[in-house]
């Protein structure tokens, strides 16, 4: 299929045989006149053209503002050029659907002053970015600008005269195209990006390839479809296609990126689709770019994407998505699900032929509730770079959900966090996910840039919930070291509805010290909500200091331990790798019981985590914010289990979900965990089985094969407590 969608796609532009009709980019003559015939009659498309056609008149009864860039992220300059592109297709799309030429020539005028400004722009004066723009400070946010006053040029195309066009070609378009793709004298690296497997590469192949099909310049297109030097072997949307996204269609640098990166993808396949329908995009490897929305649908928890490496709070309402959305629906009408989506978190639909479709398709009443399920959605271009495991609650009145990280690095936005895991239960995160220390485009926050407590803390492992060895992050926080690694998942369960499991290995983070992390969701007769096992195990040959850290939402209730606060002067826990951000707010040991209970509140609900302990395990509650002179970090709050000289140990925790706190009526009840001990019965590098015990004298066995996985399997284990068996990598046994 990759072969021939080359070979086929390279024959066309060599023959030359472009169809020069406009609109053909996100819209079509057939759309816009379906778009004409139907106004009045499908009411969220109608509210999508009010919205847009307001922008339109807005922008039409003002001045034009074309600055000398001057900004970064936040700032006047920045976004005002940003405003300007919104406005150009707002006003494109009027012009198209309206005939009203105000429209159009306001689209004219404004790429006429681009057009003047930009011949005479150097780099940007903003000095953040390996890659400056010359409207932006980052080449990045040219693309953006370039895929958006593409759609806008191609919407107004007709509208203008041959001079006018050969005007702004000659002095925005091909010098823009060139300089995303080559940069220009004194910094050169565009062309390494525009080649590159990574995110900013998407976005400046598909700004090239769709100016290029707005101008019918075949040379552009190939270059964007297939890399600078056209063979698709050294770059190009095609091979993004190939190398940045996993079978299942998770996209290697995270959920959030996801979203940031479906866009340009969409946007672009839609225009592809558009102008060469038989090369079959949406079909291109199986339907990856399909299967890469649905996959991003399911890596969120209530309508927000959950947090792995680089990451804000973003979820289904962003604009990428309902560009992605809309575009999915289009290509794939069959798929109703993305309709609930569109109807249920997006409050608008695109004003273009596939949001028409979307809306058109929602007023007849099609739309299809999404389902979440159990998945483990595989990392690497084959699948065999670790994963993601998502295990949800089988029972349809609950909403929970258990993540376990176990993949490759993830490129530039990846964080070293193998193994670790994230809870999210009743429309709360009560495990979190530290995500990103950034101030998205608010300049006062280092310009709007990601900041250093984003290297210096977010990224490093003690900011996540796994293991840290010798307070050091994973590969010493070595990017390149980290690069040539991935987790491995050893086997997964999501078949049966009272149990479902996960287990994942990773030999690589720390020389000499191998992890690995078995999690459980195990649903019970006898508590009131479904319980979590975690093993999280670590074997050396030398003695280590390990770190169990928990990030927790929500406000600390009880412990059964005595603790020391810290009650007028707080001290930074450690001195680097993120570390010195900890403010050690209290310590604690647990002298008088092998399990350690943890209590907190989240929402209205209790959580209990309980850990088998030693009388020389140390208990301490931080708090992120120390060494942070700028106030760049968010304040979050962490419970850590601290094991010192050990060479082989295994953190076991049942945590618990309890009780109900209702403030209106002042009541709260079942507010104190059922768990009355958990314990590890055999450990050993071939097995574990470890039994958490709760009230009323009951209990909960898992029993774990560490290095044979074969379902098929039988496994015979002896202890002090008697003779374990079971068939398979795991059981859990339940009293």
Known sequence: MKRLLFMTFGALLTLGAWAGEHPSLMLTAQGVAEMRDDRGKVPAFDASMARTLAGADAAVASPIEVPQPRDGGGGYTHERHKLNYYEMVDCGIAWQVTGEEKYARRVADMLKAYADLYPTLGFHPVKLSKTPGRLFWQTLNESVWLVHTSMAYDCV?????????????????????????????????????????????????????????????????????????????????????????????????????????????????????????????????????????????????????????????????????VYAVNIAYN?????????????????????????????????????????????????????????????????????????????????????????????????????????????????????????????????????????????????????????????????????????????????????????????????????????????????????????????????????????????????ALGEANGYQHLWCQARGRNEKSATTTFTWITGDRFYSLSTATTPASEMVFVESGASDPDFNLRTEKGYMIREKGRKNHTFFSSLETHGTYDLQVEQSANLTSSCVGVRLVVDTPEYTVAVAEYKDGHSVTLCVANRSFDAGKHHTVKSAEGRFEWTGPYEVKMK
């Open 331 to 571: 290509a794939d009408p069959s798929n109703k699900t993305l309709l609930d989506v569109a109807a249920r978190y997006q409050d608008w639909v695109l004003p273009t032929d596939a949001g028409f479709a979307v809306a058109r398709d929602i007023a007849r009443g099609e739309a299809r509730p999404l389902t979440f399920h159990s998945a483990l959605f595989r990392d690497g271009r084959n699948g065999d770079e670790g994963g993601i495991a998502v295990i949800r609650s089988t029972d349809p009145a609950l909403n929970s959900a258990l993540t376990l990280k176990a993949t490759s690095h993830g490129l530039s936005h990846g964080h070293y966090d193998k193994l670790t895991i994230a809870y999210y239960d009743n429309d709360n995160e009560v495990l979190c996910d530290y995500g990103a220390a950034r101030w998205l485009n608010i300049e006062a926050k280092y310009k709007g840039h990601y900041t250093h407590e984003n290297k210096s803390f977010a990224m490093q492992t003690v900011a996540h919930n796994t293991l840290v060895v010798d307070e050091r992050s994973h590969f010493d926080g070595n990017y390149d070291e980290s690069m040539k690694h991935h987790s491995e998942i050893l086997f997964t369960d999501f078949s049966r509805k009272d149990v479902q499991i996960v287990s994942a290995r990773e030999t690589n983070a720390y020389p000499g010290v191998a992890m690995q992390r078995t999690l459980a969701y195990i649903t019970t007769p006898f508590l009131q909500y479904p319980l979590v096992l975690d093993l999280l195990q670590a074997r050396s040959d030398k003695e280590h200091r390990y770190d169990y850290p928990m990030w927790y939402g929500g406000h600390m209730v009880s412990v059964n331990f005595p603790y020391e606060k810290a009650l007028t002067t707080m001290s």
């Open 157 to 321: 195309y007709d509208y203008m005269s041959a001079d006018a066009r050969a005007y702004v070609e000659q002095n925005l378009f091909r010098p823009m195209a060139d300089f995303l793709m080559n940069g220009m004298e004194g910094n050169r690296a565009n062309n390494k990006v525009f080649n590159k497997m990574h995110n900013h590469a998407t976005w400046a192949t598909s700004a090239v390839g769709m100016i290029g099909m707005a101008m019918g310049d075949e040379d552009l297109v190939r270059k964007a479809l297939y890399g600078t030097d056209e063979t698709g072997r050294h770059g190009g949307f095609i091979q993004q296609l190939d190398y940045l996204f996993s079978p299942d269609g998770y996209f290697t640098e995270g959920a959030y990126y996801q979203r940031y990166a479906i866009w340009p993808f969409m946007v672009f396949a839609q225009c592809i689709e558009h102008n060469r329908p038989d090369l079959k995009i949406f079909q291109y490897r199986d339907g990856i770019l399909l299967k890469a929305v649905s996959t991003l649908l399911q890596l969120a928890y209530d309508g927000r994407f959950m947090r792995f490496n680089d990451a804000l709070l973003k979820g289904y309402d962003a604009q990428e998505l």
